[in-house]
């Protein structure tokens, strides 16, 4: 049996690609690049390479074309108080300085105001964000500030881990580095147990 979640979801979803992202522009510019670099786009290895390129930027970047706000309508009444934590959920996205990868996890918390939210839409929320050309200190506000605002929360706890290959497999060429970025609202940045707690349950495996 549907609900109004699902159907969110699913227009969400549906909203995404079709009809927004223009492929044909992408697999131009990819041709222009690959021309530029010199080699030849119509040769066997390549002669497709433009069109599955504009297909996985239509994935990158589909966040760009969806509302996040969409997957956080549906809460449930439920009187608890005490913290909620979505642990070591994974991301990908694309850093907008150089277009490359970035990947890793976020750690999201929240302390419900009577009412709670399934936690698979917590992940749907990091997925729109993600899939948007990004910088990882914004997105870990984006997520936190949205949460904060659309659950009523006491308080919103963020933390978000990260390998950026524009620093691993370019520039300084530093593999195995991390960045690491917090969002604290409310309870969570006034009350330091509360954030001390938080970043506890983070650390532990």
Same mark, same amino acid.
């Given at each position: 049996?549907?609900? %109004?979640?699902?159907?969110a979801?699913?227009? #969400? !979803? $549906?909203a995404a690609v079709n009809g927004?992202?223009?492929?044909e522009k992408?697999a $131009?510019?990819?041709? *222009?690049?690959?021309e530029?670099?010199?080699d030849d786009?119509?040769?066997e290895?390549?002669k !497709?390479?433009a069109?599955r390129?504009a297909?996985? @930027? =239509?994935e990158?970047f589909?966040g760009?074309?969806?509302d996040?706000?969409? @997957?956080?309508?549906?809460v449930f009444d439920e009187?608890?108080?005490? *913290?909620?934590?979505?642990? !070591?959920v %994974?991301f990908?996205?694309m850093?907008? /300085?150089?277009?490359?990868?970035?990947? =890793?996890?976020?750690? #999201?918390? @929240?302390i419900p105001?009577g009412?709670?939210?399934g936690l698979?839409?917590? #992940?749907?929320?990091i997925e729109v964000?993600a899939?948007?050309?990004q910088?990882?200190?914004? *997105?870990t506000?984006q997520? +936190?500030?949205?949460l904060?605002?659309e659950?009523?929360? /006491?308080g919103?706890g963020?933390v978000?881990e990260? &390998?950026h290959?524009?620093?691993?497999m370019?520039?300084?060429?530093?593999?195995? &580095?991390l960045?690491?970025?917090? +969002?604290?609202r409310? &309870?969570?940045?006034?009350?330091?147990?509360?954030? &001390?707690?938080?970043?506890s349950l983070?650390?532990?495996r």
């Amino acid at each position: 049996m549907s609900t %109004p979640g699902d159907h969110a979801m699913q227009q #969400a !979803d $549906a909203a995404a690609v079709n009809g927004v992202i223009n492929q044909e522009k992408i697999a $131009a510019g990819v041709r *222009m690049i690959i021309e530029a670099i010199g080699d030849d786009p119509d040769r066997e290895g390549l002669k !497709d390479t433009a069109s599955r390129v504009a297909r996985m @930027y =239509g994935e990158f970047f589909q966040g760009l074309h969806e509302d996040p706000r969409a @997957y956080l309508q549906v809460v449930f009444d439920e009187q608890h108080d005490e *913290m909620v934590l979505v642990k !070591d959920v %994974p991301f990908h996205s694309m850093c907008e /300085h150089h277009l490359l990868p970035f990947h =890793g996890r976020v750690h #999201a918390a @929240y302390i419900p105001r009577g009412r709670v939210v399934g936690l698979s839409k917590i #992940a749907r929320v990091i997925e729109v964000f993600a899939r948007r050309p990004q910088v990882q200190e914004r *997105m870990t506000a984006q997520i +936190a500030d949205l949460l904060i605002d659309e659950l009523d929360a /006491h308080g919103v706890g963020i933390v978000v881990e990260a &390998s950026h290959t524009c620093m691993t497999m370019r520039g300084v060429k530093k593999p195995g &580095s991390l960045m690491v970025t917090s +969002a604290m609202r409310g &309870s969570f940045k006034t009350d330091q147990a509360t954030r &001390s707690e938080f970043m506890s349950l983070v650390v532990s495996r």
